[in-house]
């Protein structure tokens, strides 16, 4: 008995010897991204990637299961934000895949370094359009709406395909790409020692890129000739993770900024030289503008028309990466190309210690004007009445980030995502995230979970009623992962407002939701926190509560339907009709 087993283990051994040990597409896509310092993974598993997400579980990547795709190509989106690291997105073929696809086309549009990892079907039977299960030609869909796409067949080409995603998503211009793995390709087996060497650790996935002294120059001589020079800082002056550096230049050359959304707390909103409280004014007067990691799109009307009072003589120095971006919209007087680190740098050194401060009259002229607006809203922002309105709820929001400054905060919606990034100070880079370029609704629980996860802090999450129900089945992921999230939805019945009546039939107008309704008691389903909110009091109660303990909580916070306004803040941007009764046909 003992000398068969013996022999059979000699055997095995003499096989072992003969047969190189295998590994196969599963264990290479995991290796690849382990190797590139790659620790979460966010997704919905599903035919062909269940196992893999398994595996790499058990390799000891962190893999966050959500209840839709769309969430978790958020979270791994704006998890790239927020680490320079690009965040994976792992779907199922082709419904995941699309699902997954909204939040990488939105990430490309912002820039952020994300990588979109969807199995695909037979490829054989996709090209001849067969009819597979979830057959569809994903590489082809993804390719216009990210920065590249890539698909792999065979696993000795794995680690290459991961190393091009990674440094696609991350050098010059960050932004989303597409890695498509069809299900065959994760059991194709291959030598081991084969495969190990296949693999690439990407060397500097974001090289510096130093802009021409010339450049500098250029745009020093522009600003020292300014007589009411602005800088305007973009999230990509905010992802570019040069606090200190930008901080120094805005401060050494006493220029009063202004912050766009997402980066608002680079430099605190309370910081003497912010004009946030003074934008239109400072669009308007100023003569030089130097733009850091922030593009003339819609967001700034085109640096152009009546927000930056033309007819005028306005000069544009612009800090970007790209250099397409420059003269997109309007003349650059002042291209700087490179990174934003490198470029604040070369500026800050081109200054010197003895940079002029900005006269007097400009400096006064903001601050007077920053003051009459303060003190214009403040009596609002006090107002504890029930219901509530954005203002006197949003008072209550803005002096608890004031004394939890490192919360992060999370936001979307209309009036809930415009008035909160007017009344809400920042304080610490980074801690603002929200619907961004596209003003896409459904970030909300997505970047919630991201933010938790990738730092470890606490999340406030503003939301719409509207905007919370794009991603709201996500609260039992926050539950399931005990996330210290808390979500605040401002409970107004509807979009914009809840009191839009349709007069001619028995369904409800367009705009309304359930007057009403309990969105705290979503929560409650998953052993969350549910609050129900009514006073500005209230409400500053049931949110110090839930940033104190760090449980998931949904707090239902009623709000005034008759307080928001059409669209928001960007009301003008609706198309006007141009009849104003239906012709009859
Ligand atoms: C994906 C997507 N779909 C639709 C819209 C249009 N939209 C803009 S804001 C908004 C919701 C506004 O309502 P709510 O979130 O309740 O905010 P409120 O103004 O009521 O505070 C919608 C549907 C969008 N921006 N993005
Ligand atoms: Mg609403």
Redesign the pocket.
Known sequence: MAQAVAKEQRNADIQMRAEPEKTDGFSLVIDALKLNGIKTIYGVPGIPITDLGRMAQGAGIRVISFRHEQNAGHAAAIAGFLTKKPGVCLTVSAPGFLNGLTALANATTNCFPMILISGSSEREIVDLQQGDYEEMDQLAVAKPLCKAAFRVLNPADIGIAVARAIRAALSGRPGGVYLDLPGKLLSQVMDAEAGEKSLIKVIDPAPAQIPAASAIRRALDLLKAAKRPLIILGKGAAYAQADDQIRALVENSGIPFLPMSMAKGLLPDTHAQCAGAARSMVLKDSDVVMLIGARLNWLLSHGKGKAWGEPHSKKFIQVDIEPNEMDSNVEIAAPVVGDIASCVIALMEGMGNAWPAPPAHWLSAINAKKEDNIAKIAPRLMRNSAPMD?YGALGALRTIIKQRPDTILVN??????DLARGVIDMYQPRKRLD?GTW????IGMGFAVAAAIETGGRVLAV??????G?SGMEVETICRYKLPVCIVV?N?N????GTDVNTVGPDAATTVFVKGARYDKIIEAFGGVGAHVRTPDELARAVNDALESGRPTLINAV?DPAA?SE??RIGNLNPKRAVSKNRKR
Do not use: H, K, P, Q
């Open positions: 954005f979307e919606g209309a009036n809930t995502l619907v003003g896409v609704m459904g939301e719409g009623d509207s905007a919370f794009f401002f107004n509807g979009i914009y407002r709000i928001g669209s928001g």
